[in-house]
């Protein structure tokens, strides 16, 4: 099982739609939770971070996290073409005997004018 | 201070040449981190530093990896005698504590032919 799993997609959405993205994780002990959006050939960009259960929104932008079912989702209200991107989750893991940021092989959306 | 510095953008190199990375990270942050990214995927972490001190590498690091930090300013990364699946994206990120989410350069990509 991988430490941090996403539905890799493709993900298609039109215009103005809701795009909905999940994550599940594997350490019932981490505490902290990040959205990364990635443009093609372009590095991550921190978009959201969440740390506890519930949600956070942030503009058009909702974190849900829930710790008992290890899940974290992205939700992005008013979908627009610029939001065409790979979304990476990433949770910080322990890992030997640092913790570190762990990151899924991320979901490409795709909005369509 | 305007993020994390990364050198070159780009490198081409033969099989077989050393290559050499650098990155400056956010001068405030004392974490710094490296990371490998190939198509499709997240990144992979790599290695990471706590001022001057590395404190952990993964196993993806083979012996032909070297990292240094003097003086807990900017790092280098040194790939010996480059093989093609070295190929990739390297990532640089700096944070300022260990479950806050990370601030990524623009990536040094590498292409051994």
């Known amino acids: 099982q991988k430490e941090v799993e996403q539905n890799s997609g493709p993900l298609s959405v039109p215009e103005g739609a809701i795009a909905s993205l999940n994550c599940t994780y594997s350490d019932r002990g981490s505490q902290s939770f990040f959205w990364y959006r990635q443009y093609s050939g372009k590095s991550p960009e921190l978009i959201m971070s969440i740390y506890s259960n519930g949600d956070k929104e942030d503009g058009r932008f909702t974190a849900q996290l829930n710790k008992a079912s290890q899940y974290v989702s992205l939700l992005i209200r008013d979908s627009q073409p610029s939001d065409s991107a790979t979304y990476l989750c990433?949770?910080?893991?322990?890992?030997?005997?640092?913790?570190?940021?762990?990151f899924g092989s991320g979901t490409q959306l795709t909005v369509l004018p | 201070d305007t993020g994390v510095s990364q050198d070159p953008r780009h490198k081409i190199t033969k099989r077989g040449q050393n290559v050499t990375f650098r990155c400056d990270p956010i001068?405030?942050?004392?974490?710094l981190y490296w990371y490998r990214q190939t198509l499709g995927q997240g990144p992979e972490f790599l290695t990471y530093f706590q001022n001057e001190a590395q404190l952990e590498k993964s196993r993806l690091l083979s012996d032909r990896f070297s990292a240094e930090r003097p003086k807990g300013s900017f790092s280098t990364l040194e790939i010996q005698r480059t093989e093609q699946g070295d190929s990739a994206m390297y990532l640089c990120a700096s944070s300022h504590g260990q479950n806050y989410g990370y601030t990524f350069g623009s990536g040094t990509r590498l292409t051994v032919v």
């Open positions: 001068s405030e942050h004392n974490r």
């Open positions: 990433a949770v910080i893991i322990s890992s030997g005997s640092a913790r570190q940021l762990t």
